[in-house]
């Protein structure tokens, strides 16, 4: 099937998704991955803003929650997951996200709200498909020997950093979209509104 129904790849990758994580650099540990959040189907129907309770959400861990009918990862990076944006600034093709879709407040280098919490939408920029996680470094990562940890599109294989920064001279155009949230409080994100801002 393709890949140019987004929101069905997203729905059909979710369902498959599984989270692994480690330390960059360090001990890779597989851990559980945490439920999604699935809204109602009031909320969904009406494209609702979605709550996520962030409070288990360990470093290294990722969740997916749904918004309109797209995976949106919360991925709780680590210090050793956020130094290595520092590494891959020369290596994506847009560091700044200027030319990408992100609220204002998440236009930095960490492309988030707090820089330990990193929300996206997971849906490849190119034709929808929804990268996997590949949060392991160097070879074993299976990516490449000096992998930074991000994560990686199966379809026409696309690379994105932590950040979900696209790499250079990959099919996909932009950056991960970073959507519209704010925090209701240190344990609870609210996702697809932002009126209190940042
Ligand atoms: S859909 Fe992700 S690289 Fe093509």
Redesign the pocket.
């Known amino acids: 099937m393709s890949?140019d129904e987004k929101v069905d790849c997203g729905r059909r990758n979710l369902i498959v998704a599984t989270a692994a994580a480690g330390g960059v650099g360090g001990l890779a540990v597989a851990v559980p991955f945490i439920a999604s959040m699935a809204p109602s189907e009031r909320a969904k129907s009406a494209g609702a803003p979605v709550e996520a309770d962030i409070s288990k959400l360990e470093p290294g861990q990722m969740m997916i929650v749904e918004w309109r009918g797209k995976p949106v990862w919360i991925l709780r990076r680590t210090p050793e997951m956020l130094a290595s944006l520092k590494k891959t600034d020369d290596l994506v093709s847009d560091p700044h996200s200027e030319k990408t879709m992100q609220p204002d407040y998440c236009k930095n280098e960490d492309r988030s709200i707090k820089p330990e919490y990193f929300v996206v939408v997971g849906i490849?920029?190119?034709?929808?498909?929804s990268?996997s996680e590949k949060f392991k470094t160097g070879a074993e990562s299976g990516v490449t020997a000096d992998w930074a940890g991000g994560f990686l599109?199966?379809?026409?294989?696309?690379t994105f950093d932590l950040a979900g920064r696209v790499y250079k001279n990959?099919?996909?155009p932009d950056n991960l979209v970073v959507p519209p949230y704010m925090y209701l409080s240190d344990s609870k994100i609210l996702i697809g509104e932002d009126k209190k801002g940042a």
Request: hydrophobic share 10%; proline share 18%; charged share 5%.
């Open positions: 890949c490849c920029t190119h034709l929808g498909c990268p599109c199966p379809c026409h294989g696309s990959k099919p996909a």
